[in-house]
């Protein structure tokens, strides 16, 4: 198993580019999040999805769009990036019983 | 709106000392996580704490749930090197209709001197 798999691991912006990021485990779990992770400010949820075919805004959502392809694909979408989304995002998913979450290797992006 | 606070923000502790890092919610929490962070590296999920008053061991790890399920902590008895890293607690808290709200605290970064 490779377990939550992220592309791409790092990424430069210019200012009002769109980029995707990439999102895949193979690992059956039906929830899958997108974090990111600023230095001072811990982990902050960015969208998840409970299962297929659904998604639910998290704690900062805005600038940001997700699409969960399939199960066991959640992909996440800047469409006009600006300075302030320069952090490290995370994709995670978790089982239920027992309850475990898996986070993949992360991708750092930076917005010029 | 929901907040979790995590104190002490550093630690730095001579290897072989004890270590303990707080998480309080502003509000009841459904559960409550705890996570490792190594220097440039993922999360790694230590534990779930559910019930109210739960205490937990993964042999030097104490992880404990208060009461009120408002608070939590993580004790590391006698320190090792390979304990250095971030560690986070994420307070959940559960909706009616399957919606979620998920808060991390900032993290206690441990630092361990040989």
């Known amino acids: 198993n490779a377990g939550v798999t992220q592309t791409p691991k790092f990424q430069v912006l210019k200012t009002g580019q769109s980029m995707t990021l990439q999102c895949a485990q193979d690992?059956?779990?039906?929830?899958m999040y997108w974090y990111r992770q600023d230095p001072g400010m811990g982990l902050r949820l960015i969208y998840y999805?409970?299962?297929?075919?659904?998604?639910d805004k998290g704690e900062v959502p805005n600038g940001y769009n997700v699409s969960r392809l399939n199960k066991r694909e959640f992909s996440l979408r800047l469409e006009s990036a600006a300075p302030s989304q320069t952090s490290v995002y995370f994709c995670?998913?978790?089982?239920?019983?027992?309850?475990?979450?898996?986070f993949g290797p992360g991708t750092r992006l930076t917005v010029t | 709106g929901q907040q979790v606070m995590q104190i002490p923000q550093y630690q730095h502790v001579q290897e072989g000392e004890d270590f303990t890092t707080y998480c309080n919610s502003s509000?009841?929490?459904?559960?409550i996580q705890w996570y490792k962070q190594r220097p440039g590296g993922h999360p790694v999920f230590l534990i779930q704490?559910?019930?109210?008053?739960e205490v937990k061991k993964q042999k030097r790890l104490t992880f404990q749930f208060g009461e009120a399920k408002k608070n939590s902590s993580l004790h590391i008895t006698a320190t090792q090197t390979t304990d250095v890293g971030t560690y986070f607690c994420?307070?959940?808290?559960?909706?009616?209709?399957?919606?979620?709200?998920?808060?991390f605290g900032i993290g206690t970064k441990l630092q361990v001197i040989p």
């Open positions: 995670a998913s978790n089982r239920q019983v027992p309850y475990e979450q898996y």
């Open positions: 690992m059956n779990h039906n929830s």
């Open positions: 999805s409970a299962s297929e075919g659904t998604t």
């Open positions: 509000t009841t929490l459904s559960n």
């Open positions: 704490l559910v019930k109210s008053g």
């Open positions: 994420a307070g959940r808290k559960d909706f009616s209709g399957g919606y979620q709200k998920v808060t």
